[in-house]
C-alpha cells in the first residue's frame, strides 16, 4: 500500500523584462489673460492619467500630465511680476508613444511614471515641453504545477525531498483616490491675494493586509507658494507656508482596497505616487487642497514547500514513478529598508545670493538595482529645482531658480547597497520605492542642505528547475496465469502513467517494449502497445 500527498502551486515566471526611457516633446500656450513669459522660475508635472494597449505585439500608450509652470512675466503697474499656472486635461500635456514587444505567449503588465519635465520659452506666450517617462513592462506566464509532498507506506521506500520557499501571485491593482483638505493661513502668515504654485508628497506610508482588504495609510506634505495680499489690498511679495509632519500639519489619507483573497499572511508590496495636486483659495485666509493619490499594491503567499525528487524502494519491491520536470520561483530575500540620501548643495557660480527658500520640487527618481554575492546595489538619479528669494540684506529682493538635472547642471546622483547573505548575480529582483521625508535647509547665502528619506521594498529570487515527483504507486507481481501477449490501442487522453496503472506495470516497461519516449504526453489515438507481461524491463 502507498498512499501520495500532494500539493498544487500556481507559479508566475517571468519570460522578458525591460525598462525603457521614453522622451515627448511640444508646445503648450499661455492663456492670453497671462502676461508674456520672461523665465521660468520652476516646472513640475504629475502622470495624471495613462492608458495602454497591447496588439500585434506593440504597447500603446496616452495620457495626459497635468502641468505646473511658475514664471517671472513682465512686469505690470501695482502686480508682482511672478505668475503661476497650471495645464489639465487635454489642454494640458498629452503624448502618445509605441514600444515593440517581442513575440511572446504571454501576459503582458506595465507600469509608467513620469521622471523630468522641462519647460522653455519659444515666444512670448508659447513653451516647448521636454518630458522624460520610464515605461516599465514584463512577459509573464502563469502555471499551475502539481507535485507529490510526502507518501505513506508500509514497505521501506527512501524519499529524496527538495525543501525552499516559493511564492504564489494572490492578487494585484492599480487605483487612485481623491484627498480634499482646506487650510487656514496661520499667523504671522499674511492673508493670500494669489497662488502661484504648490508641491504635494506623500510620507510616512504604511501598508497592513486584512481580511478581504488592503489599507495604505499616510500622510500628505504640502508645500504652498503664493503672493501675500497687503493692507490697502494690493499684491505684495512671495509667501511660503508649509503644513508638514515636523509642524503637524500635514494631511492624514487612507486608501481601502477590496481584495477578496486578502488575508493576514500575505506578502503586500506597494507603490505610491501623486496624480494630481492644486490649491484653490476663495478666501484671502484660507485655501482648498485637491489632491490625488495613486496606489499600485500586489499579494503574494509565500510558502515553504518540500517537494520529492526521488523514491529508492527496498529490494524486491517495485515502484513506478511519474516524473515531471517544473520550473518552481524561490524566494532568497525580502527586507524593507529605509535609505536616506543627504546633499550639500552650493548655488552655481552665476546665480544671486540666496536669501529664503521658497520651493523645493524633487521628481520621481531614476532607479537601478543590480544584485551581486551577499548584497543588492541601488543607485539612482532624480531633478531638483529649488526657487529662492535672492538678494542680500541691502539688496532688493528677486525671485530666482536652479535646477540640478537641468541644463548644464548634473541631476543629483545616489547609491546605497543592502547585505543580502545568500544571493548572488543573476538572480531576479523587484524593488519598491516610497518616499518617506523629504527636508530642505537653507545652510547659508550659497548653500542648501537636502535630505530624502526612502522606503524601499526588496525581495530577490530565482528560478528553480527541479524533476518532481508528480506521481508514484507499488507495482505488484500479477496473481495466477498470464496471457501470453495483450495488445491495447490508445484512446483519447492516454498516457503512459494511466495504462501502466490499469495492467500494473511501469511507464519504463511499456516504453521500452513498444520503443517509446519516457516523456511523451498523450499518446498517438489508436496506437497499438503491446502490454508486457512483466514490469521489469
Not at 115 to 120: A, D, E, G, T, Y
Not at 295 to 312: C, F, G, P
Not at 495 to 504: D, Q, S
Request: charge should be negative; glycine fraction near 6%.
Amino acid at each position: 500500500m502507498l498512499t501520495c500527498h500532494y500539493e498544487q502551486l500556481a507559479l508566475e515566471k517571468t519570460l522578458f523584462e525591460h525598462r525603457k526611457d521614453l522622451k515627448v516633446t511640444g508646445e503648450l500656450r499661455l492663456p492670453e489673460e497671462y502676461p508674456e513669459v520672461e523665465q521660468v522660475l520652476s516646472a513640475h508635472g504629475y502622470l495624471a492619467e495613462v492608458k495602454g494597449e497591447i496588439a500585434e505585439n506593440k504597447l500603446s500608450l496616452f495620457g495626459m500630465l497635468e502641468t505646473h509652470l511658475i514664471y517671472r512675466g513682465k512686469e505690470e503697474l501695482d502686480r508682482t511680476p511672478v505668475y503661476g499656472l497650471t495645464w489639465k486635461g487635454p489642454e494640458g500635456v498629452n503624448f502618445t508613444a509605441e514600444i515593440e514587444l517581442p513575440e511572446l505567449n504571454a501576459e503582458w503588465d506595465w507600469h509608467a511614471r513620469l521622471v523630468r519635465l522641462s519647460l522653455q520659452p519659444e515666444t512670448g506666450h508659447t513653451l516647448t515641453y521636454q518630458l522624460e517617462l520610464e515605461v516599465m513592462y514584463r512577459a509573464r506566464k502563469l502555471n499551475r504545477v502539481e507535485f507529490v509532498k510526502g507518501i505513506e507506506t508500509e514497505a521501506k521506500v527512501e524519499v529524496l525531498a527538495e525543501h525552499f520557499i516559493s511564492e504564489e501571485p494572490v492578487w494585484s491593482a492599480k487605483v487612485n483616490r481623491e484627498v480634499v483638505n482646506n487650510f487656514a493661513l496661520s499667523y504671522p502668515k499674511p492673508l493670500a491675494a494669489r497662488i502661484l504654485g504648490c508641491q504635494v508628497v506623500p510620507v510616512g506610508a504604511t501598508a497592513t493586509v486584512a481580511k478581504e482588504r488592503v489599507t495604505i495609510e499616510g500622510k500628505l506634505e504640502v508645500y504652498l507658494m503664493y503672493l501675500a495680499l497687503t493692507d490697502d489690498g494690493l499684491e505684495g511679495g512671495v509667501e511660503v507656508q508649509k503644513w508638514t509632519e515636523e509642524n503637524g500639519g500635514a494631511v492624514p489619507f487612507q486608501i481601502v482596497i477590496d481584495a477578496p483573497q486578502a488575508a493576514k499572511d500575505l506578502s503586500l508590496n506597494y507603490e505610491l505616487w501623486v496624480e494630481g495636486a492644486q490649491m484653490y483659495s476663495s478666501l484671502p485666509e484660507n485655501c482648498r487642497l485637491q489632491a490625488t493619490i495613486g496606489v499600485k499594491a500586489e499579494l503574494y503567499k509565500t510558502r515553504q514547500i518540500s517537494a520529492l525528487v526521488d523514491l529508492q524502494p527496498e529490494q524486491g519491491l517495485l515502484v513506478d514513478v511519474n516524473r515531471r520536470t517544473g520550473e518552481l520561483v524561490e524566494v532568497l530575500a525580502e527586507t524593507e529598508r529605509v535609505f536616506t540620501v543627504e546633499k550639500t548643495l552650493s548655488l552655481p557660480g552665476e546665480s544671486k545670493n540666496l536669501r529664503r527658500i521658497l520651493l523645493a520640487t524633487v521628481a520621481n527618481p531614476k532607479l537601478d538595482w543590480q544584485v551581486e554575492q551577499d548584497q543588492l546595489v541601488l543607485t539612482g538619479e532624480t531633478r531638483f529645482t529649488l526657487v529662492y528669494q535672492a538678494g542680500g540684506d541691502e539688496e532688493p529682493a528677486g525671485i530666482e531658480a536652479v535646477s540640478w538635472g537641468d541644463g548644464e547642471e548634473e541631476p543629483l546622483t545616489f547609491g546605497d547597497y543592502l547585505e543580502l547573505p545568500g544571493v548572488d548575480e543573476g538572480m531576479s529582483a523587484r524593488v519598491y520605492l516610497n518616499t518617506n521625508r523629504l527636508k530642505v535647509e537653507q545652510v547659508d547665502e550659497r548653500t542648501v542642505k537636502l535630505l530624502l528619506e526612502y522606503n524601499a521594498q526588496v525581495k530577490v529570487t530565482q528560478v528553480k528547475t527541479l524533476t518532481l515527483v508528480k506521481d508514484s504507486a507499488l507495482v505488484l507481481p500479477p496473481e495466477g496465469p498470464q496471457p501470453s501477449m495483450i495488445f491495447y490501442f490508445v484512446q483519447p487522453g492516454d498516457t503512459l502513467w494511466r495504462i501502466a496503472r490499469r495492467y500494473n506495470t511501469t511507464m519504463a516497461a511499456l516504453a521500452g517494449t513498444n520503443k517509446l519516449s519516457m516523456d511523451e504526453g498523450e499518446l498517438p489515438v489508436g496506437k497499438k502497445l503491446l502490454i508486457p507481461k512483466t514490469p521489469v524491463v
